[in-house]
């Protein structure tokens, strides 16, 4: 399997604009997360699905963001409109849930740069 | 609330030396724990995992951890350093009470001399 993938990899948008981030999960992997990294916060939960359906986003930040799952195999995180404290790493992650697949699998990031 | 602490940011060690990435949690059910591991411009990937059974577990790349529910602990060691180990690794607890939400650590970079 090619793992989690996530595209772009690298962004850089001004002030204002919006932002798509978007992820594909590994086949077959029932749950599907978004996080942020930056150095003042770490690594902060934004929001999970299950099956497609949102079950926390008690994570995302503001009504600026919102995350779609149209289907099993692909994701979005948007961000509107952007701003320069959104400059950060955001991963996206699956994994196959029930007590025999906790654990997750990450995609490589996508590192964004708002100025 | 699940919680995880990990002590130290940064912890430097000498190439063959032993490694030791302390870990406390809390949970008020039996945890989920986990190590992961980042190299830099890359994404977390799974060292090792404790579900049930054996405390004491094994991962990849020489790194074990044990579990020891009377002080809520899950360290990492690795007998021997090698160079390749630099990197930033991430505790992690997982709540599976209506949910499968994993809290990470704040994560400890781990420095390793020549």
């Known amino acids: 399997d090619a793992g989690v993938i996530q595209s772009p990899r690298h962004e850089v948008t001004e002030m204002g604009q919006e932002v798509t981030l978007r992820c594909k999960p590994i086949?077959?992997?029932?749950?599907l997360f978004w996080y942020r990294q930056t150095m003042m916060r770490g690594l902060e939960l934004l929001i999970y699905f299950n099956n497609n359906v949102p079950i926390d986003d008690s994570g995302m930040p503001e009504d600026r963001f919102s995350a779609k799952m149209p289907n099993a195999s692909f994701s979005t995180l948007k961000i509107q409109p952007s701003e320069p404290r959104d400059s950060a790493v955001y991963f996206c992650?699956?994994?196959?849930?029930?007590?025999?697949?906790?654990?997750?699998?990450f995609g490589p990031g996508t590192r964004l740069t708002v100025t | 609330a699940q919680s995880v602490t990990q002590l130290g940011s940064h912890v430097s060690v000498s190439e063959g030396a032993l490694v030791l990435l302390r870990c406390n949690y809390s949970s008020s059910v039996p945890p989920y724990l986990f190590w992961y591991v980042q190299y830099p411009n890359q994404g977390l990937q799974l060292l090792l995992k404790?579900?049930?059974?054996?405390?004491l577990v094994k991962g990849i790349n020489g790194f074990e951890a044990e579990f020891k529910k009377s002080e809520t602990s899950f360290h990492l060691t690795k007998p021997s350093a090698h160079m390749s180990d630099a990197a930033e690794y991430f505790c992690a607890v997982s709540e599976t009470a209506g949910g499968f939400k994993t809290i990470f650590g704040a994560g400890t970079r781990l420095f390793v001399k020549a």
């Open positions: 992650a699956s994994s196959l849930g029930g007590l025999a697949g906790l654990e997750q699998y």
């Open positions: 404790y579900t049930t059974g054996a405390t």
């Open positions: 086949s077959g992997h029932d749950y």
